[in-house]
């Protein structure tokens, strides 16, 4: 983005709220709109009709998986020499490695929000919408309610 390589973003959506255009999708893909918008370089969402939600009313209500934090704390490798700690750990046998320090905790949570100002279009097998069209034209989205 930064060397201006990138012509468009295109994302996919878990989560699509139809009254205001936010998208909850895997944990980054906000931080992907925030630097398209810096760059000036449109930021779309492809969606099915399945991911939207038309009864929240915010993405502040959507609720946010929380992944554990050993998945972002250390890793997984195979173990060469097994040191003291890793008594049980066979050379050749794969082992969890904590790379953090030892009192540190975190947080994991596996999807973000992505508000709507950030949002060029959003890509629906009908067609692409701002994303605050969508309430106005549900019935063109497959809204039954």
């Given amino acids: 983005m930064q060397r201006r390589e990138i012509d468009l973003v295109i994302v996919?959506?878990?989560?699509?709220?139809?009254r205001t255009g936010e998208v909850a999708n895997k944990i980054g893909t906000y931080t992907k709109a925030v630097l398209a918008k810096r760059h000036r370089i449109p930021f779309y969402v492809a969606i099915p009709f399945?991911?939207?939600d038309w009864n929240l009313k915010s993405g502040l209500a959507i609720p946010i998986e929380e992944r554990h934090e050993s998945e972002v704390l250390?890793?997984?490798?195979?173990?060469?020499?097994?040191?003291?700690?890793?008594?049980?750990?066979?050379p050749?046998?794969?082992?969890?490695?904590?790379v953090a320090n030892p009192t540190s905790s975190a947080?994991?949570?596996?999807?973000d929000v992505t508000p709507?100002?950030?949002?060029?279009?959003?890509?629906?097998?009908?067609?692409?919408?701002?994303?605050?069209?969508l309430w106005r034209r549900r019935w063109e989205l497959g809204f039954n309610g």
């Fill in 12 to 18: 996919g959506s878990d989560r699509t709220l139809g």
């Fill in 50 to 52: 399945s991911t939207i």
């Fill in 74 to 90: 250390g890793a997984w490798g195979v173990m060469s020499n097994p040191r003291r700690d890793h008594r049980r750990a066979k």
């Fill in 92 to 98: 050749g046998r794969r082992a969890f490695l904590r």
């Fill in 107 to 111: 947080r994991n949570p596996a999807f």
């Fill in 116 to 133: 709507a100002e950030l949002i060029t279009g959003i890509i629906t097998p009908v067609g692409i919408f701002k994303p605050r069209e």
